[in-house]
Every structure is written in structure tokens, then in C-alpha cells.
């Protein structure tokens, strides 16, 4: 006599194990090979130009010029920062603290003479952040303390790349005077920060 009574199916089991694995690896992965972006030490309304020219995000040190011709310099690494001060010191025979080298590590960039460094990164981040920074001088009788951090940037960094960020309306005589700096350092390849622009924006489109 054959039984009426029916096997059920068996709920098919799915081990989500080595997919949560496989998920929190590529979280970690993009955690430690994503480079973030930090804020801007100032802002600059850019140019337009239809250059499509993608920068790199590593090895990069960009001078900003604000719509008054000052100066800033914003390097990339914050290891390379570090470095980077640390070959000031050296250079210029000063002793930052430990806070101090922190300090220039967390900071985006900067835009004040030498002289008022220490005053700077001795401040807490809100501080500085209200602190008037007067740009970096470009030249100061024989001095140039611009041409001297972008010389000590490419000695700390072999594979230093720089960029020109500018304020759309910057007269053009402070640009110059910051290609000029680079070129007498020898500094002849260097690239020019704008904004995308369409073919057709000067049609009125």
C-alpha cells in the first residue's frame, strides 16, 4: 500500500559566510588604497578650458594663487609633508616639536612667510583656520621663500609633480610671476588647473 503522504523539499541553505569575507576584504582594500581628499587651503573660482587633462592624486604639489596674487602651496602625502618639514628644519636649522610635524601632516596646505609657521601650526584647527594667512612671498629682495619650499618639495619627493591653481580673476602679471619662480628653479614642466568647459558655452547655448 503506497503512502499519501508527500516528502517535502528541503529549504535549499546558502552559506553567506565567504561573501561577508569577501565584502568586508573589499571595504578594507578601498579603505587602505583610497587617497582622501582634504579641504582646499583657499578657495579659487578656476578658468574654463576644454583640456581634458585628469591629474594625479599622489606626488602632487599645487601652488594656489588667490584673486590678490597670493600665494599658497598644497602638497598631497601627508607622510611627504612631514618629509617635507623636516628638510626645512634642516635646512633652516629649526626645531618643530612632535605637535608641530602633526600638525603639518593634518593641514591641507599653507600660505604664510617662515616667520609665522611656528605661530601657525602651534594653533588648534579652529584656530587656524581663522588665521589670516597673508600667502607665501614670492619675493622678498634676493629671497624667494616660494622657490625655496617648491626646491625642498622636489628634493623630498624625486617624482614631484606641480600645478598651477589660479582664480579665474587673478591678474595675470601674479600668475607670471609664479611661472617665473618655477622656471628659474628650472622647473619647466608643470601643469595649469581649470574647469571643464563645452565647446558650445561660447555659443550661448
Known amino acids: ?64 594663487v588667490d584673486k590678490d596674487g597670493r600665494a599658497y602651496l598644497s602638497l598631497t602625502s601627508p607622510p611627504a609633508r612631514r618629509a617635507w618639514l623636516q628638510r626645512h628644519a634642516q635646512v633652516n636649522q629649526v626645531q618643530y616639536t612632535e605637535e608641530e610635524y602633526r600638525a603639518f601632516e593634518m593641514m591641507s596646505g599653507f ?48 617624482r614631484l609633480r606641480i600645478a598651477i591653481k589660479a582664480d579665474a580673476t587673478t591678474p595675470y602679471k601674479k600668475v607670471e610671476d609664479v611661472i617665473k619662480t618655477l622656471t628659474d628653479i628650472n622647473v619647466l614642466r608643470f601643469t595649469l588647473i581649470t574647469q571643464p568647459k563645452k565647446l558650445d558655452d561660447d555659443a550661448g547655448y
Open 1 to 64: 500500500m503506497r503512502s499519501s503522504a508527500l516528502s517535502r523539499p528541503k529549504t535549499p541553505q546558502i552559506d553567506m559566510t565567504p561573501m561577508v569575507d569577501m565584502a568586508f576584504l573589499l571595504v578594507t582594500f578601498f579603505l587602505l588604497a583610497t587617497t582622501f581628499k582634504t579641504g582646499e587651503i583657499v578657495w579659487v573660482q578656476m578658468p574654463r578650458s576644454v583640456a581634458g587633462l585628469n591629474l594625479p592624486m599622489t606626488d602632487l604639489l599645487t601652488v594656489f
Open 111 to 158: 600660505g604664510v612667510p617662515s616667520t609665522q609657521l611656528r605661530e601657525l601650526l602651534q594653533k588648534s584647527p579652529e584656530e587656524r583656520k581663522r588665521f589670516v594667512q597673508t600667502g607665501i612671498p614670492a619675493k622678498v629682495g634676493d629671497k624667494n621663500e616660494l622657490a625655496d619650499w617648491i626646491i625642498l618639495a622636489r628634493a623630498t619627493i624625486p
